[in-house]
């Protein structure tokens, strides 16, 4: 690689000719990728990991193809050979090729002959070089399918980095929450239909669900192809939105077949790929399923492997990356799943677990994956070389005779070490109890990996529940993670409760409520301005919010976008809830809530710079809660048309009703201004379903207590901008809702004020006429009983009752249910009481105004006089009354709007519209009427005038249950007509000119032409047609010849002699005939339909559109005023008193807006909610008789029962041949039992060995010696395992691999040749040979004190051969002293100081009944791992130098005493990765325990500690298995606890 720094100018070579884009300016001089520290614009792109993802198998854009064009010749190489050297082998095809493998004309076109002499041999580290690679772009499957990828050509060398930018930046992909690495044979195998099913849709389903990145070898053979199969059948059955899995192959680009296709200097667009599987021969072709592809290049043709090295940092670098997505941040996990595979998997797998990666293996795959999966369960111990051999005879009888015996023990030593991490293996087996799918067993293989790595605390459990809330697998965390074995905190499931918001997984957030999170100690000031940040920006909401932070920004001049506060959502949630309501969060003043963030270690859950979990984690009294933290985070919902999320926390609302309500608003609001149609029709969907919501919470609320459901309407809420339900609902125009039974009662109650519903209209309007009537019993008033005896009102409607279904008739009521009538006493109070109700104010406006129409009309036809007379002033003065009353409307603001709102709300209203319009046509005409020489004109206006008030009594009649619906269809119509007369203009204006330009020659009256063209084609729809269109009826008497007379039309063209018309009659006739044809039947036709389909669709909801137009009269009226015009101005004269001198504030009477005592109000809230359980306990069961629930439960069922059936028989078969292995075992065991009395008897004289009968068959007990032969008893102990780890640490050097059964010394071992190594260590002053030679080690004195070095043993004496010691624990496959410092043992101190876990209040803390105890561990420089404070001990020292750095000089002294009071835990050899065949390491560990919690020793450890090294980190950490130590420490730990009876 020496010679990368001198590149000659590359040259185009004529493999790469293939693209017809590559033209002479693709040459370019390479550099080097060490060079590439930094990749370009790679920092520009780090927030774009958690954008949208951008699907893969869509056309590149066209600025996205020119930024790949430019970035990825500049940051990703490709390897050529630049020098041919012609090979002994050959082509298939038999012609020369070079050592790379490529043939000549495949090189570059100088490499044949180089300018420099760069030698004999072929080096392909000099000889390949890199140059800029000229193969990407979108890859393209031609044939069935039309399948797109993306593909790009890399050398082996490229840095990890630089080809995850590469996926994440520039194709679009989103970081995976999951890293599922498959691997296995490389050639086709079989699997079992049923395997081959599981496999695929278990696969398929964990990437789908979880966001995984799948990764194979990409080729179209094997394990890749099963994946690739996998993931196409998965993307034919769902939706295109479902089916976006990443796939990605990393295969070798020289075995590739038809990679000629894929070169192109400027990028493949696509780039044309024939999958030909018949003429690839020893190539392998791509996959057509996979979606990405990384072709691994080292310059070699026909090489496979090539890409293992450059997988494998892959894998490691996005293992190591963090993933940022909803608040929480978690390292992508990665899982290794394997099927079939050689000799090359096994070594995967191996690899894999060495470096703590999970595995899961599929039973049933065939050779390794089998082998694996059958010894997975045995104790390691039992896994020898003939049991591994004999394994291999059975899944390996092709390839058998290729394994030799040094194969074999090293195939032993990995499986052992395979098998010996059970926490990182899993072993999928169909029919597996509770293992039924392999998505479940891909994931618990994660978290059983998860559970067992070493974390401090709880950060273990977090990381889980990361993992599950990333992956959105709620039934993972409902089995793995919430159980019995943790105990979770409500408060410890905040920051994941706000990913789960924020991410949209409802079930999670179910799940987390029902763990315990109590909203209202979650959703916190900062919580909330929290969510808002991360509202989904595709969302109006969104879009809406921004637009007032612009605007705000714009307003106080500023270059920055201001960050979004609750005011900024108050001010939006305004604008949707209608004017009705108050700001939900008021704009706090600066000194307000001071935001805090407090970092939290070993937890990252950063996003835009602010910590989640420092929202949650402040000194007491410093955290602010929103007053309704239910309301808040329904509102955040439903904003962004979350149904599932709204639903759930809608179910813990209060004050559910209004609630429903408001949502229901808010979502019609938003569907006005959604320009999508989908999401429009999903949020009117939703909004209807909120509506049904309340409409059945009120229901339930109505029949159980009708005063309590009422006073529920008028209620002033408070958490929803002191509005009224009933508000809410007019705003949102729930005209369901409103025209509900219960608030039609409430209406009519309000409608006949304190009056009794049932007392009927003709005895209103006799005692209208006729007031004494009011003192007989003529008229019944209401009255209500005193607080606290229960009275219970029922508000008749014209019928007498209000009814609903299931409920009892009128007649059986019993009679507390019945209204109370009672008269009231005295006359002022049944006067007030009569002529306040609005019914009564009503119909004395009406005779008012009918009496106002008459006296118009008489003076219009009657008493119009130059002068006016009394019966005009009073008219007049009539009119003055009405306009009063129209400005008292407009400023009637009892809410406090302010006048521009209260204007635009007073001309919202169509018949207010139409009273400003009469008054004003009115005015105008008196004003002219006051002026004589404008009377007559006047009068005109005045007579229009009377048409527009005569048209306000439409207003009067929509009271009426009849006349109210019938007025709303004509209303309906209008609109019909109104449109209609767009269509019926272009036939009347098409038909008028070209008749008038046919018949008659320039006319140049205006007032004729209209008639000609517009008015006379209008007439003619109603049978008016002209007599001289035809030129049969003409009379020239009729016409003006020269259009001169005023009052005649002019004359069609005519024959000057005989005066007959000319012009082409059988023209105009066919024009006729046309325009009656298409206006009188078809347009008129249409008219009809159309107001047939007008009259069908309003006729349908009529009675619930005018019960809800009914709200507005009765609203208006019980707000009136009760005396009628014109006496209604001494009305006007009290208000304006009242306001002007008195300054009396308006209000709103509280039969339609209440304000309850907070007493009541908590009482009839806590009743609301029950019945609300209780409506969704309904409908819950309702949903369960619902006949297709019942129908999709049964098929379920009947799924189930299958599967069950079917594992069963798989069971049952598994179950039988381990009873026949059971059975032979206890035969075997019976027969060897038999064999050894029958022996002891012979040689206690009882018999001779002719008489001894032959117990059991020798063939099976042959058999069975066999296959036990070198089985080692359970019981015996293990031997040293973290010596015989096959990467030697700090080195390269790998030690010779040695099962379990060839440890001994004594066991003979011919094969075993290990390799020499000793670590030259400079910082030691002491230390033996680097270079073991017989003369330097001849002068080393063993098992005894060699000056200051003391090599003897605590196990006794030792062995020493050939001038070295072996190790007494056995072989370690490894000779020389290797890191150690001395041949021999190597002695340490490990002291174990504790001390007891308190609480607060200096109690123990105990757990599982047993205490729990605190150890003292230290991190050292350069050092990922935590460990006990001690180590190997220099020559004459008697403490360890790492734990003179820890503890200051001046306690030595004290130290070393406590170590002598202290208890000796251990002492003896200690099972060290740095241990040798010829050094190892004995320790000493002694426990100091400190019992008492104000322990002088404790205390002044402690400040010694304190001010120790700054570069180390020191903490007492809780004693648990899991504490992230070394493997061999821990073993000294759980001696302590096991010694004092603590937990572990």
Known sequence: MAARGRRPKVLPSKLNKVCPERGDGSATHPKKMSDFEVVPNLHQSSSSVSRSRRKAHFPTGSNEKENLISWIPENIRKKECTYFVESSQTSDSGRVVCQCGYLREQHLEDAAKPPIFLGKEWDPSRHIQEMPTDAFGDIHFTGLGQKMGKYVRVSSDTPPRVIYHLMTQHWGLD????????TGGAKNFSMKPRLKNIFRQGLVKVAQTTGAWIITGGSHTGVMKQVGEAVRDFVLSCSHREGDIVTIGIATWGTVYNRESLVCPLGGFPAEYVLDEENQGSLSCLDSNHSHFILVDDGTHGKYGVEIPLRTRLEKFISEQTKVKGGVAIKIPIVCVVLEGGPGTLDTIYNAITNGTPCVIVEGSGRVADVIAQVASLPVPSITVALIQKKLSIFFHDTYDLFTEAKLVEWTKKIQDIVRCQELLTIFREGKCGQQDVDVAILQALFKASQNQDHFGRENWDHQLKLAVAWNRVDIARSEIFTDDHEWKPTDLHPVMAAALISNKPEFVQLFLEQGVRLKDFVTWDTLGYL???????????????????????????SKMPRVQLHHVSQVLRELLGPSTQPLYPKPKHTERPRLSVPIPHIKLNVQG??????????????????DPIRDLLIWAVVQNRKELAEIIWAQSQDSMAAALACSKILKELAKEEEDTDTKDEMLALAEQYEHKAMGVFTDCYRKDEERAQKLLTRVSEAWGKTTCLQLALEAKNMKFVSHGGVQAFLTKVWWGKMCVDNGLWRVIACMLCFPLLYTSLITFRYSLQPGQGVQQGWLGESGVVSFPGQPSPSSTPAPCREKRLQPTGCLTRLRAFFTAPVVIFHMNILSYFTFLLLFAYVLMVDFQPLPSWREYLLYFWLLSLVCEEIRQLLYDPDGFGMVKMASLYFKDFWNKLDICAILVFITGLTCRLIPSTLYPGRIILSLAFTIFCLRLMHIF???????????????????????????????VSFGVAKQAILIHNEERVEWLFRGVVYHSYLTLFGQIPSYIDGVNFNIDQCSPNGTDPYKPKCPETNEDSKKPIFPEWLTVILLCLYLLFTNILLLNLLIAMFNYTFQQVQEHTDQIWKFQRHDLIEEYHGRPP?????????????????CLLRTPTTRPKQLKEKLEKNEEAALLSWEMYLKENYLQHQQCQE?????QKIRDIAQRVDVLAELLDFDRVKKTGLLEQRLVSLEDQVH???????????ALQGSGFGSGEDMPAVGSRKASETKEVELEGKAEESQPCHHVLARTLLYPGSRTLRFPVPDEKVPWEVDFPLYDPPTYSADHQDMAVQDPFSPSLESLLKINYNTMDGLIDRQSFHGLYTVQDGLPLNPMGRTGLRGRGRLHCFGPNHALHPVVTRWRRNLDGSIIRKSLKKMLEVLVAQYPLSDVWALPGGCLEPGETLPLKLKWILRREFWPQ??????????????YLDDPRNTDNAWVETVAINVHFDHQNDVEMKRLNSFLQGCDPELCIRWQVLDKRIPLHTNHKKLLQKVSTILGTYY
């Open 1229 to 1239: 065991q019976s027969t060897q039992a038999l064999r050894w009395i029958m022996q």
């Open 1123 to 1139: 005396a009628p015009p014109p006496l209604i101005l001494l009305n006007h004269l009290q208000l304006l008193l009242q306001r």
């Open 532 to 558: 808002y940040d991360n509202v989904a920006p595709s969302c109006l909401f969104h879009s809406k919010l921004q637009k007032v932070l612009l605007e705000e920004r714009e307003h106080t001049a500023g």
């Open 1184 to 1188: 369960k008789q619902n006949t297709e």
């Open 958 to 988: 929509t009271v009426s249950k009849t006349l109210g619906p019938k007025i709303i269809i004509v209303k309906r119509m209008m609109k019909d007509v109104f449109f209609f007369l767009f269509l019926l203009a272009v036939w009347v």
């Open 610 to 627: 602010s910590s989640l979990r420092s929202l949650y984690k402040r000194p007491a009294g410093r955290a602010t809660f929103t007053t």
């Open 1455 to 1468: 130290f070393q005493n406590l170590l002598k009071q202290g208890t000796e835990i251990h002492k003896g």
């Open 175 to 182: 970081a995976p929450n999951l890293l599922i690495s498959v």
